[in-house]
């Protein structure tokens, strides 16, 4: 990869961490596409919905996942498309292991609200990673009055709703492509909030 190419990826990466909403765009742009691709490519769902909600979650991976980003070992076309991939696989393998060992949960959950819905559900954590998304939850909700008011009110549809992205969108006025970039924005001002606050109590 050239020099030149490298370090546009790495401004764009660096103005998506820093929640600039434009950065978010442009990074939807180029590679909404390439996402699309390797979800359907690996994912074992066979339902658009399905399809849909892996890459939702591949979008809420690469959010963490871009802040390991250095531009020195790949493109960030590559690595975008690696998340992609390690998220579908990592979701089949949970749901793959709920249906060998009987947990409760199904391979593909079934909204009754809408019988055509089938949304993809990862595998159960371990217990030591679910205590860590318990008080990673919590923190999130002291991080949630750190950022701005229209950023707290869209993350509390997005994660303490049940709306979809197309009811969250007919709700807000906005096109989806367009809640799915906001969204995006905010979880990174979201993640800055969540460093200081875990900086402060680490030096606590």
Not at 47 to 53: F, I, S, Y
Not at 83 to 89: E, H, M, N, S
Request: hydrophobic residues 30%; proline residues 2%.
């Amino acid at each position: 990869m050239r020099n030149g190419d490298r370090r546009d990826d790495m401004e764009l990466v660096d103005s998506c961490l820093s929640g600039s909403e434009a950065a978010w765009t442009e990074f939807h742009g180029q590679y909404h596409l390439l996402i699309e691709a390797v979800v359907r490519r690996h994912s074992r769902s066979s339902t658009d919905d399905g399809r849909e909600d892996l890459i939702q979650e591949v979008y809420k991976s690469l959010v963490e996942a871009l802040a390991e980003y250095d531009g020195h070992s790949s493109s960030l076309r590559t690595y975008v498309s690696m998340v992609a991939k390690r998220t579908c696989i990592d979701c089949w393998r949970g749901t793959s292991t709920m249906s060998r060992t009987g947990t409760n949960e199904p391979v593909e959950h079934h909204d009754n609200t809408n019988p055509g819905h089938v949304a993809l559900r990862c595998g159960d954590d371990p217990p030591d990673e679910q205590v860590a998304k318990a008080e990673f939850g919590q923190m999130v909700r002291t991080a949630l009055s750190h950022i701005s008011e229209g950023c707290q009110e869209l993350l509390k549809l997005r994660f303490f709703s049940d709306l979809t992205y197309e009811e969250m969108a007919d709700r807000l006025g906005k096109k989806v492509n367009s809640v799915n970039v906001h969204v995006l924005r905010c979880i990174a001002h979201l993640r800055g909030a969540y460093v200081q606050i875990e900086s402060r109590r680490q030096r606590a």
